[in-house]
């Protein structure tokens, strides 16, 4: 891989022949495991300036309407997590002569917190051409890591490593973005927090949905000959909206849906997509593929949001189901195709799906990548209920090298398709009530029980001999099937951080505390040999919005599931005032909660139920006057045992266990406490 260092520059087309479409991505580590940021991207002229308030990406608007640009969201690392960029540079503007690529903290945070930045570029086969590390980040709140541009018809990328101290509104606005005030964007979006919003998220447009729409720069006075573009003339004329606003949109879950009509319980509501007729796993697959793939194919959001990270251009898709290839003496037939017309070139992706707990065929994916080689194809795309994980391929491909053209292996777990559906119908919005409505019979589809398409749902069959090896103590460390239940407890996190996300509308990310460049198949030894010898499977979810982290452990000598956070302890107030708040705040929490006082140097304070406490929050806080730091909560419930995700399997309760103790634990956190009557200030007028 080629390594940039601050200040120099390369050419893209001497790295690799597919860069008419690159994928840039930014990651970073935290010590804590909380430190986060969000990229942005600017697409400037000639004078450094961008065109139009709408050449800003970030947050808000994260699409570009030609395709050019698309900001995928996060992803998590062996050590941390990569937010990462799609570019299709064969559409860019010709007015556009650089594009800047940054990200931005918030709350107080700067980029000194962080560890580990860097820059990676890949071409469009997915292959890492370049590397650009980052060391002298210092206490920024915002950071341009590169910018990509244009030399004499040729694109070249430049390291740059420059820091903002007035954080993405600042950074936004010296390159001529005209951002709207944080402060009255808050208050105008508090104000209308009540509101029901549940028709609007269903039928705005996404623009609209995210505060994408922005309000065109007007040229300054005295400013010489007007060079924009028919397009930027077309978007000037467009109705003006609210202009571009780096506060974050807090969005809301829909309320019930209305009331059924039928008279009894035996009435079943019909389906576009019935799951009566399937009595085979052959009947689920190519149900489940042509479902899929042909509403990928009306959803233009839907559709480019899971292909987008595949190197797949913005443009016009069609997906066809049980094609025909040659393939030697006979035909192949993948289960589905999706082609994608964008500036008269076309990226092609063959489909391979399995349903159930039905594996991948090594032989049957190779064959697909020979087949997408000798045709020109982009990529092959695998989908089912499993999960990848880093560095840890599901079916082992052999790449000829000796061919010019690159074919992209990926994968998609029918986990991650109900996701990508859920954030859209719950939360962000689609197009109409249309789209909203296929959406939702999609997932409903892919939620029932006769589908085969539940997500991860088997720990494999290592699972009950290692779980009886541990209870018997007969278990040896460099047992292979140690690493096996390992990698599918990393699965079922993973899963689990999607479930969750959907649900709350939010990013959910594993927390993974590594040191970066750390070789997957190494951490995961590591981990092997602690389960061995503790008998614990240990995993910390990372929940948008939230205090602290929500750690997981899964017992196997004591069969108990055990979720817990840590928030720390508010920087102004009377510890005796923050136990009362915190007692105040989990009034509905359940009564065997454990709380733990975290205090300064030592390792660890009084602790109690929530049972105990209530009456007496004095109770929480140390004899001795030590500084308190923070405070641990803690439920637990028994595990399942079956690797199965049968009610009563492990899986179930471990997903159980994590969304109950979000609901009653970790949301009240975030919503202000009830004070009782008597200890409100009353006034006379």
């Given at each position: 891989?080629?390594?940039?260092?601050?200040?120099?520059?390369?050419?893209?087309?001497?790295?690799?022949?597919?860069?008419?479409?690159?994928?840039?991505?930014?990651?970073?580590?935290?010590?804590?495991?909380?430190?986060?940021?969000?990229?942005?991207?600017?697409?400037?002229?000639?004078?450094?300036?961008?065109?139009?308030?709408a050449d800003f990406y970030f947050y808000n608007n994260p699409v570009a309407a030609d395709g050019s640009v698309q900001l995928l969201g996060k992803t998590p690392t062996a050590s941390g997590n990569k937010d990462r960029i799609s570019f299709d540079l064969s559409v860019v503007p010709g007015a556009v002569d650089r594009?800047?690529?940054?990200?931005?903290?918030?709350?107080?945070?700067?980029?000194?917190?962080?560890?580990?930045?860097?820059?990676?570029?890949?071409?469009?086969?997915?292959?890492?051409?370049?590397?650009?590390?980052?060391?002298?980040?210092?206490?920024?709140?915002?950071?341009?890591?590169?910018?990509?541009?244009?030399?004499?018809?040729?694109?070249?990328?430049?390291?740059?490593?420059?820091?903002?101290?007035?954080?993405?509104?600042?950074?936004?606005?010296?390159?001529?973005?005209?951002?709207?005030?944080?402060?009255?964007?808050?208050?105008?979006?508090?104000?209308?927090?009540?509101?029901?919003?549940?028709?609007?998220?269903?039928?705005?447009?996404?623009?609209?949905?995210?505060?994408?729409?922005?309000?065109?720069?007007?040229?300054?006075?005295?400013?010489?000959?007007?060079?924009?573009?028919?397009?930027?003339?077309?978007?000037?004329?467009?109705?003006?909206?609210?202009?571009?606003?780096?506060?974050?949109?807090?969005?809301?879950?829909?309320?019930?849906?209305?009331?059924?009509?039928?008279?009894?319980?035996?009435?079943?509501?019909?389906?576009?997509?019935?799951?009566?007729?399937?009595?085979?796993?052959?009947?689920?697959?190519?149900?489940?593929?042509?479902?899929?793939?042909?509403?990928?194919?009306?959803?233009?959001?839907?559709?480019?949001?899971?292909?987008?990270?595949?190197?797949?251009?913005?443009?016009?898709?069609?997906?066809?189901?049980?094609?025909?290839?040659?393939?030697?003496?006979?035909?192949?037939?993948?289960?589905?195709?999706?082609?994608?017309?964008?500036?008269?070139?076309?990226?092609?992706?063959?489909?391979?799906?399995?349903?159930?707990?039905?594996?991948?065929?090594?032989?049957?994916?190779?064959?697909?990548?020979?087949?997408?080689?000798?045709?020109?194809?982009?990529?092959?795309?695998?989908?089912?209920?499993?999960?990848?994980?880093?560095?840890?391929?599901?079916?082992?491909?052999?790449?000829?090298?000796?061919?010019?053209?690159?074919?992209?292996?990926?994968?998609?777990?029918?986990?991650?398709?109900?996701?990508?559906?859920?954030?859209?119908?719950?939360?962000?919005?689609?197009?109409?009530?249309?789209?909203?409505?296929?959406?939702?019979?999609?997932?409903?589809?892919?939620?029932?029980?006769?589908?085969?398409c539940h997500g991860f749902q088997n720990m494999g069959a290592a699972w009950v001999p290692v779980r009886n090896g541990i209870d018997d103590e007969t278990l040896c460390q460099g047992d292979p099937r140690i690493l096996d239940v390992v990698e599918s407890w990393e699965r079922l996190i993973r899963q689990v951080c999607?479930?969750?996300?959907?649900?709350?509308?939010?990013?959910?990310?594993?927390?993974?505390?590594?040191?970066?460049?750390?070789?997957?198949?190494?951490?995961?030894?590591?981990?092997?040999?602690?389960?061995?010898?503790?008998?614990?499977?240990?995993?910390?979810?990372?929940?948008?919005?939230?205090?602290?982290?929500?750690?997981?452990?899964?017992?196997?000598?004591?069969?108990?599931?055990?979720?817990?956070?840590?928030?720390?302890?508010?920087?102004?107030?009377?510890?005796?005032?923050?136990?009362?708040?915190?007692?105040?705040?989990?009034?509905?929490?359940?009564?065997?909660?454990?709380?733990?006082?975290?205090?300064?140097?030592?390792?660890?304070?009084?602790?109690?139920?929530?049972?105990?406490?209530?009456?007496?929050?004095?109770?929480?806080?140390?004899?001795?006057?030590?500084?308190?730091?923070?405070?641990?909560?803690?439920?637990?419930?028994?595990?399942?045992?079956?690797?199965?995700?049968?009610?009563?399997?492990?899986?179930?309760?471990?997903?159980?266990?994590?969304?109950?103790?979000?609901?009653?634990?970790?949301?009240?956190?975030?919503?202000?406490?009830?004070?009782?009557?008597?200890?409100?200030?009353?006034?006379?007028?």
């Amino acid at each position: 891989m080629y390594k940039l260092i601050k200040g120099a520059n390369v050419g893209l087309a001497s790295l690799s022949e597919s860069v008419d479409s690159v994928m840039v991505s930014l990651d970073w580590t935290s010590p804590s495991g909380e430190g986060d940021a969000d990229v942005s991207v600017l697409l400037l002229d000639t004078n450094g300036k961008v065109r139009s308030d709408a050449d800003f990406y970030f947050y808000n608007n994260p699409v570009a309407a030609d395709g050019s640009v698309q900001l995928l969201g996060k992803t998590p690392t062996a050590s941390g997590n990569k937010d990462r960029i799609s570019f299709d540079l064969s559409v860019v503007p010709g007015a556009v002569d650089r594009i800047v690529v940054a990200a931005s903290r918030y709350d107080g945070a700067h980029f000194g917190e962080l560890g580990d930045l860097q820059l990676t570029l890949a071409d469009g086969s997915g292959e890492n051409l370049l590397r650009f590390a980052i060391e002298d980040a210092d206490s920024v709140s915002a950071f341009i890591f590169g910018e990509l541009y244009r030399r004499g018809g040729e694109w070249k990328i430049r390291a740059v490593g420059q820091g903002y101290d007035a954080g993405l509104a600042g950074l936004a606005t010296d390159f001529g973005v005209d951002i709207e005030d944080d402060a009255a964007a808050e208050e105008a979006a508090d104000g209308s927090a009540g509101e029901d919003r549940t028709d609007s998220a269903l039928q705005a447009p996404p623009q609209a949905t995210l505060d994408a729409v922005p309000t065109p720069r007007q040229p300054e006075a005295g400013a010489g000959p007007d060079t924009h573009t028919d397009a930027d003339a077309d978007a000037k004329s467009r109705k003006a909206a609210a202009r571009p606003r780096t506060a974050k949109k807090k969005v809301t879950l829909p309320k019930v849906v209305k009331k059924s009509l039928a008279e009894n319980e035996s009435w079943k509501e019909a389906r576009l997509f019935p799951v009566s007729a399937l009595k085979s796993d052959r009947d689920r697959e190519t149900r489940a593929t042509s479902v899929l793939l042909s509403v990928m194919a009306q959803i233009p959001e839907f559709g480019r949001r899971l292909i987008a990270a595949f190197g797949a251009p913005a443009g016009r898709m069609e997906t066809f189901a049980e094609v025909s290839l040659p393939h030697g003496e006979s035909p192949r037939r993948p289960d589905g195709v999706i082609r994608v017309e964008r500036a008269g070139k076309l990226w092609t992706a063959l489909v391979e799906t399995k349903t159930n707990g039905n594996a991948l065929k090594a032989e049957q994916v190779q064959a697909y990548v020979d087949i997408a080689a000798r045709r020109g194809y982009e990529a092959v795309i695998t989908l089912s209920n499993d999960v990848a994980l880093e560095g840890s391929p599901l079916v082992d491909v052999r790449i000829d090298g000796r061919r010019k053209h690159k074919v992209a292996l990926w994968h998609l777990s029918w986990a991650e398709v109900a996701h990508q559906a859920q954030m859209l119908i719950r939360h962000e919005g689609v197009g109409n009530m249309a789209h909203a409505w296929l959406l939702q019979e999609l997932l409903r589809y892919l939620q029932h029980e006769n589908s085969g398409c539940h997500g991860f749902q088997n720990m494999g069959a290592a699972w009950v001999p290692v779980r009886n090896g541990i209870d018997d103590e007969t278990l040896c460390q460099g047992d292979p099937r140690i690493l096996d239940v390992v990698e599918s407890w990393e699965r079922l996190i993973r899963q689990v951080c999607l479930g969750l996300g959907g649900e709350l509308g939010q990013r959910v990310l594993p927390v993974q505390r590594s040191k970066r460049g750390t070789d997957p198949a190494t951490r995961r030894s590591r981990l092997a040999d602690q389960l061995c010898s503790d008998g614990r499977l240990q995993a910390e979810l990372r929940i948008e919005g939230t205090p602290g982290v929500l750690g997981i452990t899964a017992d196997l000598r004591t069969s108990k599931l055990r979720t817990s956070i840590e928030i720390p302890a508010p920087e102004l107030g009377y510890p005796l005032s923050w136990a009362k708040r915190l007692v105040r705040r989990l009034d509905e929490a359940p009564a065997d909660l454990h709380i733990e006082t975290l205090v300064e140097g030592e390792t660890g304070g009084p602790r109690g139920t929530l049972e105990r406490l209530r009456p007496e929050p004095a109770d929480m806080l140390p004899k001795n006057g030590t500084q308190i730091t923070g405070f641990r909560l803690s439920l637990f419930k028994g595990m399942g045992s079956g690797r199965g995700s049968a009610e009563s399997g492990f899986i179930s309760s471990v997903d159980a266990a994590v969304n109950r103790f979000y609901g009653v634990v970790v949301a009240p956190l975030d919503r202000p406490s009830r004070r009782t009557p008597s200890a409100e200030k009353v006034t006379t007028g």
